[in-house]
C-alpha cells in the first residue's frame, strides 16, 4: 500500500484504483493487490472522518457551555 498521510491523499488514491478498475486498465493479476490496497484505503479514511466528527462535536459542545467570569 501506498503511504498516504492525509484524507485528501487517501481518497485520490481510491479514485484512481476505482477508476482503473472501470475502465479496465487494471491486470487481473494485479486486482487482488489493489483491492486490498483500497480496503485499507477505506478503513484509514473512516478513522480520519470519526477523528475528525469526535473533535467537531468537542468544539461545539465546548462552544455551547456558558462562559463563566470570575469577580
Known sequence: MNTTSTYTEAMARLESIVRQIESGEMDVDA???QLKEAKQLVALCRQR????????KKILDDNDEPNVKEN
Open 31 to 33: 486486482l487482488t493487490t
Open 49 to 56: 472522518l470519526t477523528t475528525i466528527d469526535n473533535e467537531v
